[in-house]
């Protein structure tokens, strides 16, 4: 194939804590979200189940793309826009962030000299465009470089990698505007109790007992159960309406956590569907999310879950592969609870450097470079 006929495009394919996918600088990509999108499938492969003409790895949780700009907010460093690239729809949904993919915007932002590191930890604000909300990363930089080597695990990615410390400050209602979108710590939706919650991520918290599973099942069990998925998905639709999201059928929020009492000395068992499929681990936000929910006063986590009533907490939440620790700074006031700071610890690592190349006939390139970042809805190619 000749070189016009294809166009190269600077990516860095990064590991964000259990995710992966390319991250581009946004002056590399086109300005306008139909165009990008288009781009970004054609970069992935999508739709296609095995994605396999292009780098998506066949799964939502490899089929992420971030794309990364410096800021001129004031004290933020770097903007984030997280795109979630359907597997086998033709459909770039940046409705949700991404609180792992989030792991590998500082390093990213650093090694492509959005930052300037310093010695030992380079902490690195982060605006995600796609919640309006700020994350602030502790980056390891001994001697003003980024490392990826270091001592910490997480469940679902083998060996140890360096420790990411994320805070996130605001991450309260951060689609639905509130905590709590119906104002409620429990709600009823065809006849089951769930707690709709957005802590980073809007979640409906459901009782694994109350669709008679008991929350340890595997998840390759849960994802061939037709039943469950399609139950899953009728009170998804309903719990999308109640959070004021809309119509949810093509939208991946909200995602679905089923709790159960732990099994490993944690404070929650969680099986975590996004939406479709139930995801190996859980995703940081969703983590952030229902262990919110389990610090709420009357949330469907109460008699299942019991956390020491301090300032400071930490949540243990078990998944599939491990357990996902969050702390919380929260206060209760007048009924109402706040979140003031949540944080908990990633790793990431860089893989691999290079030009990543798309049919030219989805775009030619280039002329040249805007400053603006790339807002978007969900678009149909
Ligand atoms: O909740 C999965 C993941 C996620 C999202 C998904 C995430 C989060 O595990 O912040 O990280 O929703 O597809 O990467």
Same mark, same amino acid.
């Given at each position: 194939?000749?070189?016009?006929?294809?166009?190269?495009?600077?990516?860095?394919?990064?590991?964000?804590?259990?995710?992966?996918?390319?991250?581009?600088?946004?002056?590399?990509?086109?300005?306008?979200?139909?165009?990008?999108?288009?781009?970004?499938?054609? /970069?992935?492969?999508? @739709?296609?189940?095995?994605?396999?003409?292009? #780098?998506?790895?066949? !799964? %939502?949780? *490899? &089929?992420?793309?971030?794309?990364?700009?410096?800021?001129?907010?004031?004290?933020?460093?770097?903007?984030?826009?997280?795109?979630?690239?359907?597997?086998?729809?033709?459909?770039?949904?940046?409705?949700?962030?991404?609180?792992?993919?989030? /792991?590998?915007?500082? @390093?990213?932002?650093?090694?492509?000299?959005? #930052?300037?590191?310093? !010695? %030992?930890? *380079? &902490?690195?604000?982060?605006?995600?465009?796609?919640?309006?909300?700020?994350?602030?990363?502790?980056?390891?930089?001994?001697?003003?470089?980024?490392?990826?080597?270091?001592?910490?695990?997480?469940?679902?990615?083998?060996?140890?990698?360096? /420790?990411?410390?994320?805070?996130?400050?605001?991450?309260?209602?951060? #689609?639905?505007?509130?905590?709590?979108? *119906?104002?409620?710590?429990?709600?009823?939706?065809?006849?089951?109790?769930?707690?709709?919650?957005?802590?980073?991520?809007?979640?409906?918290?459901?009782?694994?007992?109350?669709?008679?599973?008991?929350?340890?099942?595997?998840?390759?069990?849960?994802?061939?159960?037709?039943?469950?998925?399609?139950?899953?998905?009728?009170?998804?639709?309903?719990?999308?309406?109640?959070?004021?999201?809309?119509?949810?059928?093509?939208?991946?929020?909200?995602?679905?956590?089923?709790?159960?009492?732990?099994?490993?000395?944690?404070?929650?068992?969680?099986?975590?569907?996004?939406?479709?499929?139930?995801?190996?681990?859980?995703?940081?936000?969703?983590?952030?999310?229902?262990?919110?929910?389990?610090?709420?006063?009357?949330?469907?986590?109460?008699?299942?879950?019991?956390?020491?009533?301090?300032?400071?907490?930490?949540?243990?939440?078990?998944?599939?592969?491990?357990?996902?620790?969050?702390?919380?700074?929260?206060?209760?006031?007048?009924?109402?609870?706040?979140?003031?700071?949540?944080?908990?610890?990633?790793?990431?690592?860089?893989?691999?450097?290079?030009?990543?190349?798309?049919?030219?006939?989805?775009?030619?390139?280039?002329?040249?470079?805007?400053?603006?970042?790339?807002?978007?809805?969900?678009?149909?190619?």
């Amino acid at each position: 194939m000749s070189r016009a006929s294809q166009t190269s495009i600077p990516c860095t394919l990064m590991r964000g804590g259990t995710s992966k996918g390319p991250f581009f600088l946004a002056s590399d990509l086109p300005s306008d979200g139909p165009t990008r999108d288009r781009v970004l499938l054609a /970069a992935m492969g999508s @739709p296609d189940p095995r994605q396999i003409d292009g #780098v998506g790895g066949a !799964d %939502p949780l *490899t &089929s992420k793309v971030a794309i990364v700009s410096r800021s001129s907010r004031p004290g933020i460093d770097v903007e984030y826009v997280f795109a979630q690239v359907s597997v086998d729809r033709p459909l770039v949904d940046v409705t949700p962030t991404c609180g792992n993919m989030l /792991a590998a915007v500082g @390093p990213f932002a650093i090694e492509r000299g959005l #930052v300037a590191p310093t !010695d %030992p930890i *380079t &902490s690195v604000t982060i605006y995600m465009v796609n919640t309006g909300t700020v994350a602030v990363a502790h980056v390891p930089t001994p001697g003003g470089e980024v490392t990826y080597a270091g001592g910490a695990a997480i469940a679902g990615v083998p060996g140890t990698a360096a /420790a990411i410390r994320i805070d996130f400050r605001d991450t309260t209602g951060s #689609v639905c505007g509130a905590l709590l979108p *119906t104002g409620n710590a429990l709600d009823q939706l065809d006849g089951i109790e769930a707690t709709l919650i957005d802590n980073g991520m809007p979640m409906v918290v459901l009782r694994a007992s109350d669709f008679g599973k008991s929350g340890y099942e595997a998840p390759a069990e849960l994802n061939s159960d037709q039943k469950l998925k399609a139950r899953l998905e009728a009170i998804r639709i309903l719990a999308g309406e109640r959070m004021g999201l809309g119509d949810v059928h093509s939208k991946v929020i909200p995602k679905i956590t089923l709790i159960a009492p732990p099994q490993s000395g944690g404070h929650v068992m969680t099986r975590t569907f996004i939406p479709h499929k139930c995801h190996p681990a859980i995703g940081v936000l969703m983590a952030v999310t229902v262990g919110t929910a389990c610090v709420l006063p009357g949330s469907v986590a109460y008699g299942i879950v019991s956390v020491q009533d301090e300032p400071v907490q930490q949540v243990s939440i078990e998944h599939p592969s491990g357990e996902f620790s969050v702390e919380f700074q929260v206060e209760h006031t007048g009924g109402e609870t706040k979140v003031i700071r949540s944080s908990l610890i990633r790793t990431a690592r860089a893989l691999f450097r290079g030009e990543l190349l798309v049919p030219a006939n989805v775009w030619v390139g280039k002329e040249s470079r805007p400053s603006a970042d790339v807002p978007g809805t969900m678009q149909h190619a």
